[in-house]
């Protein structure tokens, strides 16, 4: 056993070589001064919770670090080894079992049970910090407090007009199995927190925007007035994709048979914001000008992407809702959750593929949508959380014979010999190459023109885009309306392809790749340095910069605008092209100067991809396995693509692939708890 100072020695040996944080570190310190004769294995529990809140978990499960602590902390991290390096966490806990552990965390001064003051909180087998802990209790009470209102909700919804309104917008096609786009607009429309889930392509914008046409035209009727509606998503490219998407399917909804079709057709709100400009982000400040006390002017608000949004951000906005208002979430339950600590919408979703429908809700939805829900689906002890989601079964963007569709529900299903046999079939959509540490010609093939002819009739690669960067300059003398339209040519030819990674460090993650590859297209002639602020770079914002209206996750090209010096010349200065970010398809020009927390992005993690989709993407695994790679991240590796998937892998790569698909992500929370 060692003594606390000791243990505090060993977690700053474990940050000095990058496993835990500094933040992490500095809590154990913060503990040991406040309690120096605390329990070192106390110490050392605090501070795993703290690391694994840095991986997405929202406390330490610690009956599963116990069971396998390699896996569930992933210490030594991706691209390190155990060898010659500091004690390792498993091995502190040798030999000690969970009622042991526990025991020695009941320290009143540092740990409590719920409610108190101590920095800690131990539920069961969790040990939170205290304000996740907080966070995730009102998360919960925020949910539950909606779906008490269900049944009020419905019973306040005139049947047959329910009824009359969802046929005239989910017309009947007869020999259809059930319409599960008109069974989620009822479902939804009957409670006031719901959930629409379903992968890319099964309609959950043609879904919400039917919604609301229902849900407006319900309020015009007898002469009332349009609800108060927001749309909003957790990121600038997530927003101005749903603006983008939700503003045509508004334009093409047929309301010829919906009483009030036109003025709700009118009352649908198109411009989509993110959440955190629909919330007031202060500057350098976790606290939002919209809370409990200053709640949101709204009704109803839509969030898409929901899968992004994680437990801290979920209780700001329960939070700053008005008691009465809707929530609507939309997302992909099977994507890869939010990059903060929770995994809200995967949790929210777990029941979702059973159903777990009680048959009362059955009866009521068959009786308002016609449609039969399968027997399979029901459950009597269904949970009230059951009733409010509903999960879209059928894809419209991928055909039955499409290998990206195929493939992904292979992975997502976690069924290796569909994997197999997706792979064997040769589908034109789908491509796998071999990449080596050595020899860079495949990956050059890859990155340059796609692998496979490298034109818009088959694979892209960075070339296309770098051609419209130096092949499509204006004049010296253009206007600014000249110089928008290219960078949004470019912006629009840059989303044609994209490199995917599943690390970050290692010859296999972003930061080698992105080196490798800028020297690949400076020797191809395509970039005129791969250092520095050259003419086609792409950035990514790595921070959320609210005075510059920059979110995380955005993407810029470095460009070179025409200035005017004194002497009547003009020279060319750089400046980083992004998108507006508001809906429009206004451009954004920055100094480089002023971008703080950017990277350059020829690669990119599958995390940072979320809410993007490219033309042609490829994800390029390791040659080894890591806890990490999960079929989270290779679903929504393969789901970016929207015509052209290729697996880049080495020799190893295809039981990397395997392997990863049959582990899924498991973050440790107890949101469902209780």
């Known amino acids: 056993m060692k003594s606390p100072a000791q243990m505090l020695e060993l977690i700053g040996r474990w940050a000095e070589r990058g496993w835990l944080r500094e933040l992490d570190r500095a809590f154990a310190i913060f503990l040991v001064e406040r309690a120096p004769d605390a329990n070192p294995l106390l110490i050392l529990a605090a501070a795993l919770a703290s690391h694994q809140l840095g991986r997405g978990h929202v406390c330490l499960d610690l009956e599963a670090t116990l069971a396998d602590s390699r896996f569930a902390l ?39 049970n719920g409610p108190g003051e101590t920095p800690l909180v131990l539920a069961g087998r969790r040990l939170y910090l205290r304000r996740y802990w907080q966070y995730e209790r009102e998360v919960r009470a925020g949910i539950d407090q909606r779906l008490q209102q269900g049944d009020a909700l419905r019973a306040a919804l005139p049947a047959a007009q329910l009824r009359q309104a969802l046929d005239a917008l989910f017309p009947k096609k007869p020999g259809a199995p059930a319409d599960w786009q008109k069974l989620a607009c009822a479902l939804v429309a009957g409670n006031a927190f719901g959930i629409v889930t379903g992968g890319p392509g099964t309609g959950k914008t043609t879904t919400v925007v039917k919604l609301l046409a229902l849900l407006q035209s319900l309020a015009l009727g007898e002469g009332g007035r349009p609800l108060r509606i927001r749309l909003a998503a957790p990121t600038g490219k997530a927003a101005a994709r749903l603006n983008e998407s939700i503003a045509g399917a508004v334009q093409r909804l047929d309301l010829a048979g919906l009483a009030n079709g036109e003025a709700a057709r009118a009352a649908i709100p198109t411009e989509v914001t993110t959440l955190h400009r629909l919330l007031g982000s202060r500057p350098d400040s976790r606290q939002f000008r919209h809370h409990a006390g200053n709640p949101l002017a709204l009704e109803l608000l839509v969030v898409d992407e929901a899968s992004m949004v994680d437990l801290e951000m979920m209780a700001s906005l329960l939070a700053a809702l008005p008691p009465r208002a809707r929530l609507i979430l939309l997302g992909d339950k099977d994507q890869l959750a939010s990059v903060e600590a929770g995994a809200v919408l995967g949790e929210l979703c777990s029941r979702a593929r059973e159903g777990h429908y009680r048959p009362l809700t059955r009866d009521w939805l068959e009786a308002v949508t016609g449609e039969q829900i ?28 499409s290998g990206i569709g195929q493939l992904a529900d292979a992975v997502n299903g976690g069924d290796i010999p569909a994997l197999r046999q997706v792979w064997k079939a040769q589908h034109e959509d789908l491509a796998r190459i071999v990449v080596d540490a050595q020899e860079t010609r495949s990956l050059r093939d890859l990155v340059i023109d796609g692998g ?42 840059h989303g044609q392809f994209q490199l995917l990674c599943a690390l970050r460090r290692g010859p296999w993650g972003v930061e080698g790749l992105n080196t490798l590859i800028g020297e690949l297209l400076q020797r191809e002639g395509l970039i005129p340095t791969a250092n520095g602020w050259f003419a086609g770079r792409p950035v990514l914002v790595t921070r959320n910069d609210y005075g510059l209206g920059l979110m995380n996750g955005d993407i810029g090209i470095t460009l070179a605008l025409p200035q005017s010096a004194d002497d009547g010349s003009v020279r060319w200065v750089a400046r980083v092209a992004f998108p507006a970010g508001d809906g429009t398809d206004a451009i954004r020009w920055i100094l480089p100067s002023r971008l703080q927390a950017v990277e350059t992005v020829f690669a990119m993690t599958v995390h940072k991809s979320q809410g993007s989709e490219f033309t042609h993407a490829a994800l390029l695994l390791p040659d080894s396995l890591n806890p990490i790679l999960t079929r989270e991240l290779v679903y929504t590796g393969i789901t970016r693509a929207r015509k052209w998937f290729t697996l880049a892998s080495t020799g190893r790569g295809w039981q990397v692939l395997e392997a990863a698909t049959e582990r899924r992500v498991q973050r440790a929370s107890g949101l469902l708890d209780g």
């Open 74 to 112: 992933s210490l030594p991290p991706e691209g390190d080894s155990a060898k010659d390096a500091p004690e390792l966490p498993g091995v502190l806990l040798d030999g000690i079992d969970l009622d042991a552990w526990r025991g020695v965390l009941n320290d009143p001064r540092l740990v409590s």
């Open 374 to 401: 399968d027997p399979a689906l029901l459950d009597a002890a269904g949970s009230d959380l059951d009733q409010a989601v509903a999960m879209l079964r059928h894809s419209h963007r991928f055909s039955a014979d």
């Open 452 to 493: 496979r002819g490298g034109d818009l009739f088959g694979p892209v690669g960075y070339a296309h885009y770098l051609r419209v960067v130096s092949g499509s300059r204006p004049a010296d003398n253009a206007g600014q309306a000249e110089l928008d339209a290219w960078a949004r040519k470019v912006l629009e030819a």
